[in-house]
């Protein structure tokens, strides 16, 4: 027990720095700089910092987690459009952690990199979160496609992640609209593919 209050003070600061951190990089990036105004605004050297970590890559692996860890409780169970378009927004809103995110997406295709393990691991969750959301509306008969839930999850996380790439190309990018096309695409319940199918043959004849 006696090593117990060191090991709890060294997870606070670790937490205390992941929280700077978050709030930086959001604003500033994560380049230069930040890893000094992290560590000032915590009260430690540079060095100091990164004894809490085994590298810089740990660090900003560990930011990645936090992100998508706060992220998943303000959005608490929500699996509806519009909590698929606030996640759009809020990476607007924070250009550094957008930048931090592709950066680590590519680095993270070494299976050695920090990143790497974190990735493996998110991207079964998400998939299966956003395939039940995909499921359930097409039991309720709100959604008619061919296409499994599972794979149409891969498309969602697809377009969600690459059009933060071409933002951060542009930042003139629209970032919801292609959520919104996607989502329009699959909101045809069976009563609109009807329609449509009907619209498709009048214009053959």
């Known amino acids: 027990m006696a090593k ?20 930086i990089f959001a604003a500033e990036g994560y380049r230069g700089t930040s890893l ?3 560590a000032a605004k915590c009260s430690l050297s540079l060095p100091g910092l990164m004894h809490y970590f085994s590298s ?16 998943r409780a303000r959005q608490n169970e ?9 996640i759009i927004r809020e990476g607007a ?11 680590m997406a ?3 295709g070494d299976p050695e990199h920090p990143a790497h393990a974190h990735f493996a691991e998110r991207y079964p969750v998400l998939r299966e979160r956003v395939a039940g959301y995909v499921q359930q509306r097409m039991d309720d008969g709100r959604l008619t496609t061919l296409i499994p839930a599972e794979r149409l999850a891969v498309l969602l996380l697809a377009v969600a992640d690459g059009i ?9 990018t629209d970032m919801e609209q ?24 009048r214009a053959e004849d």
């Open 93 to 103: 809103r924070t250009p550094g952690l957008v930048e931090l995110f592709v950066s």
């Open 106 to 108: 590519a680095a993270a």
């Open 78 to 86: 929500r699996t509806d459009p519009e909590s698929y378009r606030e």
């Open 56 to 71: 810089k890559e740990d660090l900003l692996t560990q930011v990645l987690r936090m992100r998508d860890e706060t992220a």
């Open 4 to 23: 117990r209050g060191p090991y709890e003070k060294g997870e606070a600061k670790r937490t205390e720095i992941l929280h700077a951190a978050l709030e």
């Open 178 to 201: 292609p959520i919104d096309d996607i989502m329009r695409l699959l909101a045809l319940d069976r009563e609109g593919a009807k329609d449509e199918k009907e619209a498709e043959d």
């Open 164 to 172: 933060q790439l071409q933002w951060l190309i542009d930042r003139s």
């Open 36 to 38: 000094r105004k992290v």
